[in-house]
């Protein structure tokens, strides 16, 4: 079975620009989170959403956004990007049954903001 | 506060142990997560260890939980090259938040 995969890999994109970053989860899980790793640092936690709707988000602006399909696969935004909004972007995937479900983390995607 | 905290570095030689310290914030948290991430790649679920154990033991792996202090502390008996990544301990999320807390990660180096 295949684990959370994430598109793209690598991206690179100029200040103001927008992005959106895909992933899906295991099969099975319906709960997708979102966390912003800059480099040297831990994963921050953006967003978690269940069955499309988000329930838990971090302390980010409102430039980024997500949603989630009726196939549990999700989308984060970020609009009018920043120097500041490069780092590795990561999805994990849960069942989604209770507050402190195992995550499981896809690979991320390389956000580079010139 | 928020901060789960980490030495940012350390190194060792192969065959050695290795010990990775981390100091929590929230004493109400039922357990807590040690992950890895190689280079590249995602985080990957090492071990965990529930609130009411002192200690947790997983082939090579040892975990120790001081909730006094709320110091958790990873142990990697006979450390090998494979081994080199970062680490970070974790705490879940508090009742309703579903943010998990991550350290700033700890970059294990193992020298052959």
């Known amino acids: 079975d295949a684990g959370v995969t994430q598109s793209p890999t690598h991206l690179i994109k100029t200040r103001g620009q927008q992005v959106t970053l895909r992933c899906s989860p295991i099969?099975?899980?319906?709960?997708v989170s979102w966390y912003q790793q800059v480099l040297g640092q831990g994963p921050q936690f953006i967003f978690q959403?269940?069955?499309?709707?988000?329930?838990g988000r971090g302390n980010f602006p409102d430039r980024f956004s997500a949603r989630q399909f009726p196939n549990y696969s999700s989308e984060l935004n970020v609009n009018a990007l920043l120097l500041g909004d490069s780092a590795l972007y990561l999805c994990?995937?849960?069942?989604?049954?209770?507050?402190?479900?195992?995550?499981?983390f896809g690979p991320g995607t390389r956000l580079t903001v010139l | 506060g928020e901060d789960v905290e980490q030495s940012l570095f350390l190194s060792v030689r192969e065959g050695d142990s290795s010990v990775i310290n981390c100091t929590y914030t929230?004493?109400?948290?039922?357990?807590l997560y040690w992950y890895k991430q190689e280079p590249g790649a995602g985080l990957q679920l090492l071990t965990y260890?529930?609130?009411?154990?002192d200690m947790k033991q997983d082939q090579r792996l040892t975990v120790l939980l001081n909730k006094k202090d709320k110091h958790l502390s990873l142990r990697i008996a006979d450390t090998q090259t494979g081994d080199s990544a970062i680490y970070f301990c974790a705490e879940p999320p508090s009742s309703g938040t579903y943010k998990y807390i991550f350290g700033t990660g700890t970059r294990l180096k193992v020298l052959a």
């Open positions: 260890i529930f609130s009411n154990m």
């Open positions: 929230d004493s109400s948290s039922t357990y």
């Open positions: 994990a995937s849960s069942l989604g049954t209770g507050n402190g479900d195992e995550q499981f």
């Open positions: 959403y269940y069955e499309k709707e988000e329930r």
């Open positions: 099969s099975g899980h319906k709960s």
